[in-house]
């Protein structure tokens, strides 16, 4: 037996060369530790709301001796109601610009008034008279609060819980009966109201309680102011 040679050494030279020939294969293969996330589910953006448009939202209620308007956000006139108007088409009007239906009531009249049936939104009225009122109307508006909800209620520029003082500056003046001040006076004849007040007026009455404007009454009759 030659020196330094042993029945190992084959085993060593054996496993020395299948080393060499894994290592020059790239090694055994390596399982993969993880597998590839799935594809993340689409992000959903969310539509922006639109703004409403100006035009169509009430901002506010101008009434006048022989008008009311209903006024936008955007000043604009969302429509013009008359005094002469049927009072069902004023009741229609006012339904859809303040979103809600009346309370109704009925009222039994006095000496000096016919029945009517009364259509309220708290504090701005209808007064829908049987008949016709001595203005030849069918119906009156009275009005008890600044604000019905969201939209501003004025009268020739006034509104309920101004001062008197206020009424004056604005034009108002004194009538026959304590507490009521008249302004925006319309001249009429005899045939429209129906009887004989030539030279008189109907107007827009505030009736005042503390100093302060309580309630406006449009139109309502002129008897000698």
Same mark, same amino acid.
């Given at each position: 037996m030659t020196k330094g040679f042993t029945m190992r050494t084959p =085993? $060593? +030279?054996?496993? &020395? +060369? *299948?080393?060499? @020939? *894994?290592?020059?294969? /790239? /090694?055994?293969? !390596?399982?993969? @530790? !993880?597998f590839a996330d799935p594809d993340p589910a689409p992000t959903e953006t969310a539509t922006p709301t639109p703004e409403p448009d100006p035009s169509t939202i009430v901002a506010r209620v101008d009434v006048s001796t022989l008008s009311m308007v209903i006024v936008a956000a955007d000043d604009s006139t969302i429509d013009e109601l008359s005094v002469y108007d049927p009072a069902a088409d004023v009741i229609a009007a006012f339904t859809d610009a303040f979103g809600a239906a009346p309370a109704v009531s009925d009222n039994g009249g006095g000496l000096e008034t016919a029945p009517s049936r009364v259509y309220d939104w708290s504090g701005f009225s209808i007064i829908d008279y049987e008949g016709q009122t001595i203005m030849n109307t069918d119906f009156i508006v009275v009005i008890g609060a600044a604000v019905v909800g969201d939209v501003q209620i004025s009268a020739s520029g006034l509104k309920i819980g101004d001062p008197a003082s206020s009424a004056v500056a604005a034009g108002a003046v004194a009538t026959p009966f304590p507490d009521y +001040?008249? $302004?925006d006076s319309v001249? $009429? !004849?005899?045939? #429209? =109201? /129906?009887? @004989?007040?030539?030279? *008189? &007026? $109907?107007? !827009? #009455?505030? =009736? =005042?309680? /503390?100093? #302060?404007?309580d309630r406006i009454v449009a139109p309502s009759p002129n008897w000698g102011v």
């Open positions: =085993v $060593i +030279l054996l496993t &020395a +060369l *299948l080393t060499l @020939s *894994l290592t020059a294969c /790239g /090694g055994a293969p !390596t399982p993969e @530790s !993880t +001040l008249a $302004i001249p $009429i !004849t005899g045939a #429209s =109201v /129906g009887e @004989s007040f030539e030279g *008189l &007026a $109907i107007y !827009t #009455s505030l =009736v =005042v309680a /503390g100093g #302060s404007i």
